[in-house]
């Protein structure tokens, strides 16, 4: 009679307590994503090697991958997500078992990279805004010129400043729909290159977005990496 300890003796190793469609692939699954977002890389190549080797695609971890260093990495350290859609295009083109190479390479980075949700919450925010508020209009100086007689005849794009043609390259002016309340959908937080973001954002906007960002992510960020730019870009209204 065939058992499965007859086959584990046969194939030298112990059978994983894994299914693919089961409560393991979700338990496994949910461990590697806590593991690259609680900043431990050993545990989170441990799942990945676990689900790899129960037969787990690649693809799915590679996928998860690319989610996760979007949503808990984010802006705090931007070569996160390329580097995991390289890691799952290696995936695809290179095939196991040397995709896991890059698949470990990705793990790692993502892992050890600095953190912010920053984007996901904006994303919920924006997203809750829209159901509370309705479709928005589009704002006359905003709107698209390019039709005839729309800017003569119905004032479209008229009044808009093109950012280019300004000091800095930056026009301070309203892109929000009429009569809609500024919300802090965006809220850039103090760990890695969002700290640098948080600078730039106050120096565009001062006081009109100071509270979206923490006072913390003010006081992390080299105040003399932005010199003004002397880049002349010609005019181009829409």
Known sequence: VLTLELVEQAIGRRALDYDKTGDQHYHTISAYIKSLRGGDPDAALLWMVRMLDAGEDPMFIARRLVIQSSEDVGNADPHALPLALAALQAVEKVGLPEAA??????????????????????????????????????????????????RERLGEGVGYVYPHDEPEHFARQDYLPPGWKRQPFYTPGEQGFESEIARRLQKWWGENLARNVSREAWNTVNLDAYPKPDLDVSNTQD
Do not use: D, W
């Open 101 to 150: 190479i890059p698949l470990a390479q990705a793990t790692v980075y993502v892992a050890t990279a600095p953190k912010s949700n920053a984007s996901y919450v904006a994303l919920g925010r924006a997203r809750e805004a829209l159901r509370e508020n309705g479709p928005p209009s589009v704002p006359m100086h905003l709107r698209a010129a390019s039709l005839r007689g729309a």
